[in-house]
């Protein structure tokens, strides 16, 4: 008898088995690679229920290729044939990209947009006004930062959203107090039952509306946001109503993103000599160049742009 293990070809495994593993992968991997390996593979690829969900998650280093994420991430919108209902974007993507998605999937139950410093306030309100029955919504790390106004156009046109995520960059100074965001959330996302705040500048003013305007709120996440004081009355309705709270002091531990704290004010004070004790760096002293394996043996716009776009 042998002791040789025994080899699984994997194109015989059942087509539901390959899908469902196919669907744990990122939408990048789907479309630069696996859609590649055989026609069998390349057909379930292009079922449009692979498409309901689109994870464009990507490590942030692919430079200067934002247009090319671009036009992959519409394919794989195009191919969800209207019956998307997820989508995740990191690192890339622009007004026209989230208004192009906006436009082919009505049904959207949930967005999520992280570290994308290409969308502004004119592409979310009219996303959003077209996206009416998206039910969580995420806003990370994306500069420059979303305003209250464009929130508030997202409350009105999206009434069933339950998750609403709005993180911002921390900075200590200059010293900054704004209820802006806190009093649009209050006054038009009633429906609310999960909260995340990172960053932001509300008061215990701010806060108090929106325990006031979000009767439902079951999560609250106000890590970093260093003008609300919990104490007194205020804390006890806190630690009351809401069943899971973060509070601005509690560690980020976990949270998937850098939440280094910045300092805005005088950029000499720290060094009493003055500017000449700093360490200056040009852009000579900088490493650009990356380094490709074997799964990237071209320069990047070679690969995806001779190789990527001849295969779709």
């Not at 899908?19 to 859609?35: C, M, N, P, W, Y």
């Not at 394919?75 to 997820?86: E, Y």
């Not at 911002?168 to 900054?176: A, D, G, L, Q, S």
């Not at 060094?271 to 760096?281: T, V």
Request: aromatic share 10%; with cysteine; net charge negative.
């Amino acid at each position: 008898m042998s002791d040789e293990p025994e080899q699984r070809n994997w194109l015989e495994l059942p087509r539901d088995v390959t899908a469902s593993i196919f669907s744990r992968l990122g939408a990048i991997d789907i479309l630069k690679s696996v859609q590649n390996v055989c026609s069998l593979w390349r057909n379930i690829c292009k079922d449009p229920s692979m498409w309901r969900s689109i994870d464009m998650r990507n490590p942030g280093y692919l430079y200067d290729m934002d247009h090319v994420l671009e036009q992959m991430c519409m394919h794989a919108v195009d191919r969800s044939n209207g019956d998307l209902v997820d989508i995740n974007i990191e690192y890339f993507g622009s007004d026209e990209l989230l208004v192009y998605i906006a436009d082919r999937s009505s049904g959207l139950r949930r967005l999520r947009i992280a570290c994308c410093s290409c969308i502004s306030d004119e592409g979310l309100r009219e996303a959003a006004s077209k996206l009416t029955l998206l039910e969580e919504l995420e806003i990370t790390y994306c500069c420059p930062y979303i305003s209250a106004d464009a929130l508030e156009v997202v409350g009105r046109c999206c009434p069933h959203l339950k998750s609403f995520k709005f993180n911002k960059k921390v900075y200590m100074r200059p010293h900054i107090e704004s209820d802006e965001d806190a009093q649009v959330i209050a006054q038009n996302m009633h429906e609310l039952r999960h909260l995340q705040l990172l960053g932001n500048k509300l008061t215990n003013c701010g806060l108090q509306a929106i325990l006031d305007g979000c009767p439902h709120l079951q999560s609250l996440d106000l890590r970093q946001c260093f003008n609300v004081i919990l104490r007194g009355d205020l804390e006890k309705r806190c630690t009351e109503r809401i069943k899971h709270l973060w509070r601005p002091q509690d560690s980020t531990e976990g949270f998937e993103y850098d939440t280094t704290s910045y300092d805005f004010g005088s950029p000499y004070e720290d060094y009493p000599s003055g500017p000449s004790d700093i360490s200056l760096m040009s852009d000579d002293d900088y490493d650009y160049e990356l380094e490709f394996s074997d799964d990237y043996p071209y320069d990047y716009d070679d690969f995806f742009e001779e190789y990527y776009f001849d295969q779709i």
